[in-house]
């Protein structure tokens, strides 16, 4: 079992800047494919990006190189720098572990709202 705990979310401005944390319970997190998705109210929860253990990275089209993921296996930490921001990226943000095909541990979200 992994326990995933993510940080960083909260309200920002358009335009703005945040990073999201997610910080695992176990040291094996090297193992997994690491993944953010997001839901906003409404919506179905979509891929945003995710980055394997040797470090490929693959991103949603809709990003258009806003979002940056990143992973730290030393300190079993994934982030996911978010740049200018806009108001559709308003969602909960979840981190979760797992392959490419499946996502098997998930963390407990974290809302980020964009909003002047």
């Known amino acids: 079992q992994v326990q995933l705990v993510e940080s960083g979310g909260g309200l920002v401005q358009p335009g703005g800047s945040l990073r999201l944390s997610c910080t695992a319970s176990r040291s094996t997190l090297s193992i997994y494919v690491m993944s953010w998705y997001r839901q906003a109210p409404g919506k179905e929860r979509e891929l945003v990006a995710r980055i394997t253990p040797g470090g490929l990275t693959n991103y949603a089209d809709f990003l258009e190189g806003r979002f940056t993921i990143s992973r730290d296996n030393a300190k079993n930490t994934v982030y996911l720098q978010m740049n200018s921001l806009k108001a559709d990226d308003t969602a909960v943000y979840y981190c979760?572990?797992?392959?490419?095909?499946?996502?098997?541990?998930w963390g407990q979200g974290l809302q980020v709202t964009v909003s002047s």
């Open positions: 979760s572990a797992g392959t490419l095909s499946r996502a098997e541990y």
